[in-house]
């Protein structure tokens, strides 16, 4: 057993084929989570799920700013079980080999470092399963600066934790009892949170809605395709408003030529479409082709 070990790291996110930071995880450009962050959770979901990707968002968390703002940040994992006399003395003995104090959660708070989200799988424990309070919340916020965490398990001080302001907290529950009889078997490794799995350097993406895991080897892939239904929804809302086209034909998973045609246009000659001059929708008009043939079904 070893706990954020490089070469582990480094083996589960092989396909990653960029920078990393010391520990093997994947360092996704500040730019491109920059460019996530414009993007809805549907937007981004869509190519997740086409891929095979189905099992990367949970909605089953409260979060403790109850606002409009996002938490992106590259992931940081750990997993707890409860405690086990043999288990834990064997935890610790291998965390103080390698140089490291205090309870197991404090081995990843302490070492969270700007831009990161610790993810905690604390097996839905709230009671006796509080990860982090006030204290931790705070160090949690002035290490990451703009992050947090997402944990599967309960917090507390919750009052205390309201009034950081940089900091988002996705959590199970809330008690006042602190944490106890617990012992952390993984570091950097796959967790599962809920329904979804995230890998360490993962991209989480937090909304109102719950929490997507974005594999790194996948941000670009997902930032080029999440952008088509983003420039549709845009053109889409254009439409249905000038009673054009109704819900039914924006809604349509496979437009016909004449639709792609007019979005061509759109994306061409309108100022909001600026950013997406640069798509290549070879794949949709393909697909329309297969289905419409050459695409003269216009109204």
């Known amino acids: 057993m070893h706990f954020n070990n490089k070469e582990d790291i480094i083996q589960l996110t092989s396909l990653w084929k960029g920078e990393r930071f010391p520990d093997g995880r994947p360092r996704v450009s500040n730019e491109l989570i920059e460019e996530l962050k414009k993007l809805t959770q549907e937007q981004i979901w869509e190519p997740l ?29 750990a997993v707890y079980m409860p405690a086990r006399p043999d288990l834990f003395e064997l935890a610790e003995e291998i965390g103080h080999s390698e140089g490291r104090r205090g309870t197991h959660n404090l081995w990843v708070v302490d070492k969270l470092v700007e831009g990161d989200v610790a993810v905690i799988d604390m097996y839905d424990k709230i009671y006796e399963g509080t990860f982090m309070g006030g204290n931790l919340s705070t160090a949690v916020a002035n290490n990451t600066k703009t992050g947090g965490a997402v944990i599967w398990g309960g917090i507390r001080d919750i009052e205390q934790i309201q009034k950081i302001n940089n900091i988002q907290i996705y959590y199970r529950g809330n008690d006042p009892t602190p944490i106890k009889d617990f012992v952390i078997t993984g570091y950097n490794m796959p967790v599962k949170i809920g329904a979804a799995i995230c890998l360490p350097g993962d991209i989480v993406y937090g909304y109102k809605g719950g929490v997507i895991f974005v594999p790194a080897h996948l ?20 439409m249905l408003k000038k009673k054009k086209y109704s819900a039914a034909d ?13 979005l061509m246009d759109f994306i ?28 003269s079904i216009n109204s």
């Open 49 to 77: 799920w086409e891929l095979g990707y189905k099992s990367q968002f949970e909605s089953h968390l409260f979060q403790i700013h109850d606002d409009n703002r996002k938490l992106l940040g590259r992931a940081v994992t």
């Open 219 to 238: 941000v670009t892939y997902i930032i080029n395709e999440a952008k088509k239904p983003h420039v549709k929804d845009i053109f889409g809302f254009d």
């Open 250 to 262: 924006i809604d349509q998973p496979i437009w016909p030529i004449y639709m792609l045609d007019e």
């Open 268 to 295: 061409r000659t309108d100022p909001r479409a600026e950013h997406y001059h640069d798509l290549d929708w070879s794949k949709e008009y393909s697909k329309s082709q297969e289905k419409y043939g050459n695409g």
